[in-house]
């Protein structure tokens, strides 16, 4: 199958994301594995067979479907598609996004759903605003993907460093898979955000030893500190997820970081085999694509 650049990016940071989501899922939750794991496998605290993706792949899929479906970004549908995710997998969810889908379907309104989570549990700057808007990055450029980026948080999460997390994420992968080199753009990256805690530590990145915490912030550092230092695709991951903590949310934004700059045929194919939504997101990932080009 013959891509051209840009659409082998776009395909790269959607199945990268799910490669690190998938490559991840049976470590989350536990200390760094005594020996690196290299290959797909199942288990873990979900019990998920090898292969499978948790609900960073299935909210990242659910915002490329309502971008392609929309041709936009449109708050109702993409909350609707959201919550029919949650519906299916519930058990998948963090509990930021699960407490605001719950009072949803209890008839809370969409629009005080996430100040009443973010009041319940004393705070809402986890990361699942984070890894769920990537696929923005293929459709929007600034300065409209920086809107859509803190928009789309803010359907879970109400504080707003969750939002401003993602545009600096969202940055990156939009400037990655059009072509600008990693160093500019981390630059743009930090500089698009506004004064604070995520420019402050995007700044002083290489300072900074990274963890994968359920925090935007610290999984944004994260993700983006162990692209920056990788030579390859496959490096990428493969620290990522050995790392211990959130796993699955560190392989799927730094597996979508690395697939943004490196393309789809840098991500080795036996992990793409291995992939169970494999083909359906590669088919989403394509009409995406196709829904984005002007005209």
Known sequence: MIFILEEARAAGLLLGLAVGDAMGAPLEGLPPPPLPVVEMRGGGIHGLPAGSVTDDTLQAAAVARSLK????????????????????????????????????????????????????????????????????????TPPALDVVSRACSCITHHDPVAGIASLAVNRMAADLSRGVDRERALERATAACPPGEVREVLSRSAAIEPVASLDAVAMTHCAVRVFMEAETFEETVIRAVNMGGDTDTAGAISGALAGAFWGI???????????????????????????????
């Open 69 to 140: 479906a929309c041709r936009g970004y449109a708050p109702g549908d993409l909350t609707a598609r959201l919550l029919e995710e949650y519906l299916r997998h519930p058990a998948l969810f963090g509990p930021t996004s699960s407490g605001v889908f719950t009072l949803l379907l209890q008839g809370v309104p969409a629009g005080w759903a996430p100040a009443v989570v973010h009041r319940l549990r004393g705070g809402s700057r986890s990361n699942g605003a984070v890894m769920r808007g990537l696929p923005l990055a293929i459709m929007f």
């Open 265 to 295: 045929d840098a991500i080795p194919l036996r992990w793409l085999a291995a992939l169970r939504e494999g083909p359906s997101l590669l088919s989403l990932a394509r009409a995406l694509w196709s829904a984005s080009r002007p005209g």
